[in-house]
């Protein structure tokens, strides 16, 4: 369903160990909002509900709640760095639209 590349995999690991978070997932999330109608989010978490689904991706647990699950489906997350600017980036098979920045689509 969703998956981390082995670069992004490395950084979130990082950025958990950093932070003192050993054991929580990566929560994936799509809200409203951004110049193409929705956003991506993401953010460490230990705890789920019953209407999560748990995926594991490189020792990555991740965690998607119902409503982004739809959107998210066959979805790759990578880590880039480039001249501007570094962070994750989506590719999406559900994005009919995305904007310039990358963080922001339209399905």
Excluded: W
């Amino acid at each position: 369903m969703l998956q981390l590349t082995p670069i992004a995999a490395e950084k979130v690991k990082e950025i958990r160990d950093s932070e003192g978070l050993d054991g929580q997932g990566l929560r994936v999330r799509v809200i409203g909002g951004g110049c193409s109608g929705f956003s991506y989010d993401l953010f460490f978490e230990d705890e789920t509900t019953d209407l999560d689904q748990v995926f594991e991706s490189h020792g990555i647990p991740i965690y998607v709640d119902m409503m982004s699950s739809q959107y998210l489906e066959g979805t790759e997350i990578d880590y880039v760095e480039g001249l501007h600017g570094a962070g994750f980036k989506f590719q999406n098979p559900q994005a009919k639209a995305t904007c310039g920045c990358g963080s922001s689509f339209s399905a």
